[in-house]
């Protein structure tokens, strides 16, 4: 089965840039999906398709994705992102399933 | 906009049975894919099971398969997750999920309800 993996981890100052990355083989010719969820909350879409924002994110989120890496990208970081995100991928291999990265926990010093 | 509702959690002893409910609103229910994902203590988020809009297709993760079944009733606009044969790793906060895109799935997940809590435990 497909597998995506995340560093468990990250830690940005406020201000600076936060890179959280989600490797998988071939994960460039995927569609690369990526939600935040804060602690008692339902998860919320930050980043659909790769690199498209849905109505009512801010613009310092971004995302890419080439290769076998995808790369949430969230700018100017505020306190009020800290918090688990997490990559996903639909996998057709075999059967329709949908794959989740293991999650990043993002940490504002 | 469109909202989601779970209910149906609970406390309950290994090998027993939970029905899960989600019910919809501010959409055309029938015309999307709807999915129940999970989220154990202290682990990330699993898929568990995906609907087609049509109910004619069904997907399962290998965890699931041959114990829960997912369902939907697209004219009380509710998406269901019969579960059995409940185990201890299957204790978790239990979300339903709209697709992001009319169709059988493949798209994004972009309206989420705000979980129930299953636990498994004697």
């Known amino acids: 089965s497909y597998v995506l993996t995340q560093p468990p981890s990250v830690s940005v100052a406020p201000g600076e840039t936060a890179r959280i990355t989600c490797g998988g083989n071939?994960?460039?010719?995927?569609?690369v999906h990526w939600y935040q969820q804060k602690p008692g909350q339902a998860p919320v879409l930050v980043i659909s398709?790769?690199?498209d924002r849905p109505s009512g994110i801010p613009d310092r989120f971004s995302g890419s994705n080439s290769g076998n890496t995808a790369t949430l990208t969230i700018s100017r970081v505020e306190a009020g992102d800290e918090a688990d995100y997490c990559c996903?991928?639909?996998?057709?291999?075999?059967?329709?399933?949908?794959?989740f990265g293991g999650g990043t926990k993002l940490t504002v010093l | 906009e469109a909202q989601l509702s779970e209910s149906g959690g609970g406390l309950v002893q290994p090998g027993g049975s939970l029905r899960l409910s989600c019910a919809a609103s501010g959409f055309t229910f029938s015309s999307y894919a709807m999915t129940w994902v999970r989220r154990a203590p202290g682990k990330g988020l699993e898929w568990v099971s995906t609907?087609?809009?049509?109910?004619?297709?069904?997907y399962y993760a290998d965890a699931v398969k041959g114990r829960f079944t997912i369902s939907r009733d697209n004219s009380k606009n509710t998406l269901y997750l019969q579960m059995t044969g409940l185990r201890a790793e299957d204790t978790a906060v239990y979300y339903c999920a709209k697709d992001g895109a009319v169709g059988d799935g493949y798209s994004d997940f972009d309206y989420w309800g705000q979980g129930t809590l299953v636990t498994v435990s004697s």
């Open positions: 996903q991928v639909w996998d057709v291999t075999s059967d329709l399933q949908a794959v």
């Open positions: 398709y790769d690199s």
């Open positions: 609907i087609s809009g049509s109910g004619a297709s069904t």
């Open positions: 071939n994960i460039g010719s995927k569609s």
